[in-house]
Nanobody, 115 residues
């Protein structure tokens, strides 16, 4: 069974950085489209970044230039490096995998940006 486990969330001050990790089981992160989503309190879940084989990563306009999505095939893990964080980045961040039209989600990791 596919399993995605996020980690790396926490409390950070505005302007700070965090790196989120998504460890995958029963799938290879370098073969399937992988994404990070986030959900802020009272808002719908939104796409943050996507990475797929043979294509450039895509980012939401709100995070371009600040966030970087990547994968490590040896560790079978996806990452989201987040720099220059602000309060609008607060939310639960979810790892997502698309495998043959099936959606798989992690349990989420909380990111709180506050002074």
């Amino acid at each position: 069974q596919v399993r995605l486990v996020e980690s790396g969330g926490g409390l950070v001050q505005p302007g700070g950085s965090l790196r989120l990790s998504c460890a995958a089981s029963r799938l290879l992160v370098i073969l399937h489209p992988m994404s990070w989503y986030r959900q802020a309190p009272g808002k719908e879940r939104e796409l943050v970044a996507t990475i797929a084989r043979d294509s450039l990563p895509n980012y939401a306009d709100s995070v371009k230039g600040r966030f970087t999505i990547s994968t490590d095939g040896e560790k079978n893990t996806m990452y989201l490096q987040m720099n220059n964080l602000n309060s609008e980045d607060t939310g639960v961040y979810y790892c997502h995998a698309l495998i043959r039209d099936n959606d798989y989600w992690g349990q989420g990791t909380q990111v709180t940006v506050s002074s």
